[in-house]
């Protein structure tokens, strides 16, 4: 495998702030995406990062550090709707292979 | 509507009796590729096509085929499946420096 990791599973509570971490290898790197997943269906676009730093859109965020094959997915003011696998997937050895870890399973509690 | 469809969306097949699903783009992509996805293993890539006529195996090839005849169509076949290919499996494109869009998800049930 890619030698991607995340946490397998996560809860948080409505309204709060949780952050999702993964890890990869850097080698053959080319940006990184996130992708949510609710269950027993498609995988739906979040974010993409290519440089280091942080991209703010709305509720979410996502970090990247290339150096340290880093980046975390921040989901704030939590919403119920938010109950989902959340699937980092870098760009690994070309701009088109999209290689995933197996998840992220979140669970907001009331 | 940018979009990636998947027919069928469920399937029930018996062991061996050979099957097609079909994916098709409608976003000009060169590149597309399809997964399977198993409770605790995440997506795992099957074949890639990174445009008609040049397809390459991915992770978990063993058991399927793949075609790109042209270049908004993709099906996946399996010539003779087996149990062990149950699983829930999606089709996807993907531009350069675009995300990769999904197809709905196949749901495969092989007795």
């Known amino acids: 495998g890619q030698n991607i990791d995340q946490p397998t599973e996560m809860t948080a509570t409505e309204g709060a702030i949780v952050q999702i971490n993964c890890t990869y290898q850097?080698?053959?790197?080319?940006?990184l995406f996130w992708y949510q997943q609710h269950a027993g269906e498609a995988p739906t676009f979040l974010s993409y990062?290519?440089?280091?730093g942080l991209e703010e859109k709305g509720r979410f965020s996502s970090f990247l550090s290339r150096s340290k094959g880093y980046s975390y997915l921040l989901l704030k003011e939590l919403q119920m709707k938010d109950s989902a696998s959340y699937l980092c997937?870098?760009?690994?050895?070309?701009?088109?292979?999209?290689?995933f870890g197996t998840g992220t399973k979140l669970q907001v509690i009331p | 509507e940018a979009q990636v469809t998947q027919n069928p969306r469920y399937l029930i097949t018996v062991t061996g009796k050979k099957l097609t699903v079909t994916c098709s783009q409608n976003?000009?992509?060169?590149?597309m590729s399809w997964y399977r996805q198993d409770p605790g293993l995440g997506l795992r890539q099957i074949y890639y096509?990174?445009?008609?006529?040049?397809?390459d195996k991915g992770d978990v090839p063993e058991g399927y085929k793949v075609s790109r005849k042209e270049k908004r169509n993709f099906p996946l076949i399996l010539e003779s499946p087996s149990p062990n290919q149950t699983s829930l499996y999606f089709c996807?494109?993907?531009?350069?420096?675009?995300?990769?869009?999904f197809g709905p998800g196949t749901r495969l049930l092989v007795l």
């Open positions: 996807a494109s993907k531009g350069v420096w675009e995300t990769q869009y």
């Open positions: 850097t080698s053959g790197f080319n940006g």
């Open positions: 990062n290519v440089l280091d």
């Open positions: 997937a870098p760009l690994l050895g070309g701009y088109q292979k999209v290689t």
């Open positions: 976003m000009n992509h060169e590149y």
């Open positions: 096509s990174m445009n008609v006529e040049v397809t």
